[in-house]
């Protein structure tokens, strides 16, 4: 998510700093004050997947819905390309490049306090989106909570 690959920075951010901001962000949302969509909160709640997703497929037919996730793409890059060949019913091209998962900014990192705050937060969306998908047949992998790690 944003908070977490460093999209909530300032050049002085610290540890305290990012974890005011985030429980402010959340008492906004929580509190009712700020919907999912209402911009300043849009740093935190793009995270939200199910929300997006959901909408997606009220409006489009499951057949032209396919749901990557970014950490299939960081692991193998050339199979999720397969997928996305077949599901677009192209021709299969040889990948010839490589994605790497890495952010070269030097920024805060949350402590486990604030990744407690994030996965407590996400976790009832983050089980809406697996279900969601569960019933689609969708392949999902769950997320491992940072505030384990």
């Known amino acids: 998510d944003y908070v977490r690959v460093g999209r909530i920075s300032t ?3 610290t540890q305290k700093h990012l974890g005011k901001l985030i429980v402010e ?5 929580q509190s ?5 969509e209402d911009f300043d909160v849009r740093v935190l709640t793009s995270g939200i997947y199910i929300h997006g997703i959901r909408k997606w497929g009220e409006v ?3 057949s032209q819905l396919l749901i990557i996730q970014a950490e299939d793409m960081f692991a193998s890059v050339g ?19 490589a994605v ?3 952010n070269p900014r030097r920024l805060a990192k949350p402590s486990r306090r604030t990744n407690k705050t994030l996965d407590d937060f996400f976790a009832p969306y983050n089980e809406q989106l697996y279900s969601w998908c569960a019933q689609r047949e969708i392949p999902f992998a769950r997320w491992p909570n940072a505030s384990n790690s």
């Not at 962000?25 to 949302?29: G, L, M, Q, R, T």
């Not at 199979?79 to 490049?97: D, W």
């Open 25 to 29: 962000i959340i008492d906004k949302v």
């Open 100 to 102: 790497y998962n890495r």
């Open 32 to 36: 009712g004050s700020r919907t999912l």
């Open 79 to 97: 199979k999720v390309m397969e997928r996305v060949e077949l599901f677009l019913g192209l021709a299969h091209m040889p990948a010839a490049y």
């Open 11 to 13: 050049r002085s951010a």
């Open 60 to 62: 489009w037919p499951m």
